[in-house]
């Protein structure tokens, strides 16, 4: 069992360094250690099936709108060069691959 006891170091700035699960990662209530903790991704802890699944959908939210934003910027891309290869028809074009992050 934990203890949030300090223990004497000889540094007198010595600060109680919280541990990651006394605290939900979500509501910040305290975790009681008697009772479950629900984790997520490997060591982010919940107080409650409620809290994890709602950290789940905020983060499966973020990615979509992460992953569409990514296929906008590529579809961009995309049309600019089509568009450019089609008006310039006697010109010489140079190919190659376009890398986006």
């Known amino acids: 069992m934990r203890s949030a006891a300090l223990y004497y170091t000889g540094c007198e700035d010595d600060q109680y ?16 250690h008697n009772r479950d903790i629900f984790m997520y991704r490997g060591n982010t802890p919940f107080c409650s099936q409620e809290c994890r699944q709602e950290q789940i959908e905020i983060d499966e939210a973020i990615e979509k709108k992460w992953k569409l934003s990514s296929s906008k910027k590529s579809n961009s ?25």
């Open 77 to 101: 891309v995309r049309k600019t060069t089509d568009s450019a290869k089609e008006t310039d028809t006697k010109k010489a074009v140079r190919t190659g691959t376009v890398a986006v992050s």
């Open 17 to 32: 360094q919280p541990h990651f699960l006394d605290s939900c990662s979500l509501c910040r209530r305290t975790l009681n």
